[in-house]
């Protein structure tokens, strides 16, 4: 499966701040990321929270709640409307500089990668070479079998495999266990080689390229958007002085829009 570049079509958003405007297109076939921003958006929850993480040549990140009060003290990050969203990751959408994606927490507690229900962030990135995003390839072709892995043994017909007992087994006939586990094994490749590729395309190859990104994000968070206008914004507060935590020195205040 090639990686195609951002789609053209879906709502707009204006998202704005001192130190000038974002504008962001939201994609189409993200529907629950796109349908849940508008319904923030409509509500005003965005209005007042901060760019509260900042790290440059990486991404700005917003969207906690926590931030609105001016007397919070804790480490932001950690607030949000009380729910997550379901992950509508594809290869179809990038890191590429500009990129809109969800927030969430780490694979071990999220093992889903389920999306924070506000948080959100706006790749910055830098320029990446070809040879990285190579490596990049082979490392996404593992992230995804690995994902595999967990739908197969969740299959009905593979329930049986939650069963083995593998330390017993491996007292009582451990070249049993040898063979069980090459049968296992031959099976869950046979099912992932039917399974569509990942590779970046040339197109891909070069954006990243010239334009930079973030590709080590790529398949692991949802890519629900992108910048249209305002790149230059996105620079600018990414360049902001931060405290501990990659938290900006001062208060970088969102107020977000439809247009």
């Known amino acids: 499966m090639t990686a195609s570049t951002f789609a053209q079509k879906g709502k707009t958003y204006t998202i704005h701040t001192d130190y000038g405007n974002i504008k962001v297109r939201l994609f189409e076939d993200t529907p629950l990321h796109a349908a849940n921003f508008e319904k923030l958006v409509k509500e005003g929850y965005y209005n007042g929270t ?13 969207g906690d709640p926590n931030t609105k009060d001016t007397a919070f003290t804790g480490q932001p990050g950690m607030g949000g409307p009380g729910y997550t969203l379901p992950a509508e990751i594809g290869s179809k959408h990038l890191h590429f500089k500009g990129a809109l994606a969800a927030a969430r927490q780490g694979d071990q507690v999220n093992p889903k990668k389920e999306s924070s229900g506000s948080q959100f962030y706006i790749v ?10 190579d ?5 996404l072709t593992n ?13 009905p017909e593979n329930q049986w495999i939650k069963t083995i007992d593998a330390q017993k087994l491996q007292k009582e006939n451990p070249d049993s266990l040898k063979a069980l586990d090459k049968k296992i094994t031959a099976e869950l490749d046979a099912a992932f080689a ?14 990243y390229k010239t334009m930079g990104g973030t590709p080590h994000l790529d398949l692991q968070y949802t890519v629900f958007g992108e910048v249209v206008e305002g790149l230059d914004v996105v620079d600018k507060i990414a360049l902001v002085e931060t405290m501990p935590g990659d938290k ?12």
Not at 194 to 207: G, L, Q
Not at 248 to 259: E, G, H, S, V
């Open 50 to 62: 901060t760019f509260h993480r900042v790290i440059k040549q990486f991404m700005i990140q917003g």
């Open 124 to 133: 910055q990135g830098a320029p990446v070479p070809e040879a990285q995003l």
């Open 194 to 207: 039917k399974e569509p590729a990942f590779k970046y395309s040339t197109a891909d190859k070069e954006k």
């Open 135 to 139: 490596q990049m390839t082979q490392q």
């Open 143 to 155: 992230s995804q079998k690995q994902a595999f892995m967990r739908t197969f043994l969740d299959r």
């Open 248 to 259: 900006p020195k001062i208060n970088i205040r969102i107020t977000i829009t439809q247009d």
